[in-house]
């Protein structure tokens, strides 16, 4: 009997050497150490031997069975080796190759422009200051004097929310009262940046959705000539030394006297040309003194303060600074566009 225990041990150790993957491991265990294997088979003749036979059978069928198992998990060890040595060679990475260069993003031409507007405002004193997109129909109009019914809430119709009072802002000036009422009795010199939204038809310089750049200054002696004069710096530091601006009277109800303000085309520089309309000036903002009814619903003293405000695009900016012809370009989120700036 333990002749042929010898005999199983050396045929399972000569087949194991045989093995040569994973696969063929677990074959080899299942038919020597599995439920039914050679080994198993070998432990139940146990119960069959007389009882002077069964302790050195009992055992040599133990020696037999650890060796086995010894032998297995050491072949299990030696094959994962060689598999890991293999996927080491085959999906071996060049470390000297040179590596793809990360493509950097971009700013947006409107957030350049932006920042162009912010360092040129900086550096006259104006500091930014944040108002809300979603905003109250009392802010939007009412506080900007124009209560219901007002005829000027139809050329900025906007978008509505479902909760009644509450729209997206057509323009930045109802940030003219939140800065009023967070800086009073302080006078005040902000800009106030940000998207605007509005029910328009869409053409090559107008968006339903695009940026503004509101001015405010609110102090004791304020006078129109200052808000000339920080509207022509800003237009030369922006567009070039020997800018000409001028002020066309206009209307807005919530500055008195209000303007419009022209520079000459950037093109044609006053001669008149297809983008100036024959012109020969170009619009870049929407100004005034600040009335003195916003002036008490921001807080302040219309007999004692003064302010101007100002209200630019800077998407129609940019597009005089790079020559871009349709604003639609801004917001159709196409890179051989976005890619140039
Ligand atoms: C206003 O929105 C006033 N709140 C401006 C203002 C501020 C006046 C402070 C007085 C004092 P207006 O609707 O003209 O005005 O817009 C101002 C600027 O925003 C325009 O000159 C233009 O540059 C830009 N803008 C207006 N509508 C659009 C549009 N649909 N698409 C792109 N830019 C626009």
């Known amino acids: 009997m333990t002749k042929d225990l010898d005999h199983l041990q050396r045929e399972a150790l000569q087949a194991l050497e045989a093995v040569d993957d994973e696969g063929a491991l677990t074959g080899w265990r299942t038919s020597y150490l599995g439920r039914k294997g050679e080994v198993t088979e070998a432990v139940k003749a146990l119960g069959g031997l007389s009882p002077a036979e069964r302790p050195a059978y009992g055992r040599r069928v133990n020696e037999v ?3 086995l198992e010894a032998g297995y998990e050491a072949r299990l060890q030696e094959l994962k080796e ?3 040595a293999r996927s080491l060679t ?4 060049d470390v000297t190759l040179p590596g793809r260069p990360p493509r950097p993003g971009r700013l947006h031409p409107a957030s350049r422009t932006l920042r162009e507007m912010y360092s040129i405002f900086g550096e006259m004193g104006f500091q930014i200051y944040r108002s809300c997109d979603v905003e109250t129909d009392e802010f939007n109009f009412a506080l900007l004097n124009m209560p219901p019914h007002h005829p000027a809430r139809d050329m900025w119709d906007t978008f509505y929310t479902t909760v009644p009072g509450v729209i997206l802002r057509t323009h930045t000036s109802p940030g003219q ?14 800009i106030l940046p940000g998207m605007c939204y509005r029910y328009e038809q869409l053409t090559a310089r107008s968006e339903f959705m695009f940026n503004q750049l509101e001015g405010l200054a609110v102090g004791e002696t304020i006078t129109m000539a200052d808000l000339k004069g920080t509207i022509v710096a ?11 601006v001028r002020f066309r009277a206009s209307h807005f109800p919530f500055t008195e006297p209000s303007a419009e303000v022209d520079m000459d085309c950037v093109l044609c520089r006053g001669a008149g040309c297809r983008v100036c309309k024959y012109t020969g000036w170009l619009e870049i903002a929407g100004a005034g003194m600040v009335h003195p009814v916003v002036l008490e ?3 302040y003293d219309p007999d004692r303060y003064t302010g101007f405000a100002f209200g630019l695009g800077p998407e129609r900016v940019a597009m005089l600074k790079y020559g871009i012809e349709d604003i639609r370009y801004f917001w159709g989120n196409d890179l051989r566009f976005l890619a140039q700036f």
């Open 90 to 93: 085959a999906d071996a990475v």
């Open 82 to 84: 060689a598999g890991q």
């Open 234 to 244: 800003f237009a030369r530091r922006m567009f070039g030394a020997g800018r000409q």
């Open 297 to 299: 619903n921001g807080g």
């Open 65 to 67: 069975k650890q060796a």
């Open 177 to 190: 009262v939140r800065a009023m009422r967070a800086y009073y009795p302080e006078p005040i010199r902000v």
